[in-house]
C-alpha cells in the first residue's frame, strides 16, 4: 500500500466515523426528548420568538403525552435503536471502505431521502418549514463525508487496479 492510499484510507475512516458519531449521537439522544425539549425551551430565550413558541409546544406536547401515554414513546426507542443500529452497520466501511463501498452508498441514498420526507411528512404533520429545514439539514451535512468517503474509495479501487496490474 503506498503513501496516497493510506492518506485516502485514513480520511475515509475520519469521513465514517464521523457518521458513526451523527447517528449513535442522534439515536442516543432520542430516549430523553421530554428532559431535553424541557432544557431547551428554559434556555430558548436567545432564539427568535417563533422558535421559542415551537420548543415551548413540543415540550408541553411531549410532557402531556408521556403523563397519559408512555406508551407512545416507545415508536421514538425504537427510532433511537434504529440510529445506533446503523451507527453500526458503517462499521463495516471502516474496516474494509472497499469490500463494504454499499454501506456508504446505502447512507448517500439515505441522507437523500430525508429531504423529501421531511418535507412531505412535514407538510402533512403540521411541521413549521423552519423545522423542515433543520430536518433537511441532516441529510444535506450527512451526505458530505459519505460522498467524500465515497470519492476516496473509488480513488483507492483505482490505485488497487493501478498497482495490482504494474505488479503483474
Known amino acids: 500500500m503506498n503513501t496516497e492510499e493510506k492518506k485516502l484510507r485514513l480520511h475515509s475512516k475520519i469521513y465514517v466515523c464521523t457518521i458513526i458519531v451523527g447517528l449513535a449521537m442522534s439515536g442516543l439522544t432520542a430516549f430523553p426528548l421530554e428532559t431535553e425539549m424541557a432544557y431547551l425551551a ?21 410532557k402531556a403525552t408521556n403523563l397519559r401515554y408512555s406508551f407512545l414513546s416507545y415508536g421514538t426507542d425504537w427510532l433511537a435503536f434504529a440510529h445506533i443500529m446503523l451507527a453500526v452497520l ?24 430525508i429531504i423529501p420526507l421531511a418535507l412531505i411528512a412535514g407538510n402533512i404533520r403540521h411541521i413549521p418549514v423552519f423545522w423542515q429545514m433543520i430536518d433537511c439539514s441532516f441529510g444535506i451535512i450527512g451526505v458530505i463525508p459519505l460522498i467524500l468517503c465515497r470519492i476516496n474509495i473509488k480513488k483507492i479501487e483505482i490505485l488497487e487496479e493501478h498497482y495490482g496490474l504494474w505488479t503483474l
Open 42 to 62: 428554559k434556555h430558548s430565550t436567545i432564539l427568535p420568538s417563533s422558535l421559542q413558541n415551537w420548543i415551548e409546544s413540543v415540550y408541553q406536547a411531549l
Open 90 to 113: 458503517f462499521i463495516g466501511p471502516l474496516k474494509d471502505p472497499i469490500k463494504n463501498k454499499w454501506v456508504i452508498e446505502f447512507g448517500i441514498i439515505c441522507c437523500i431521502s
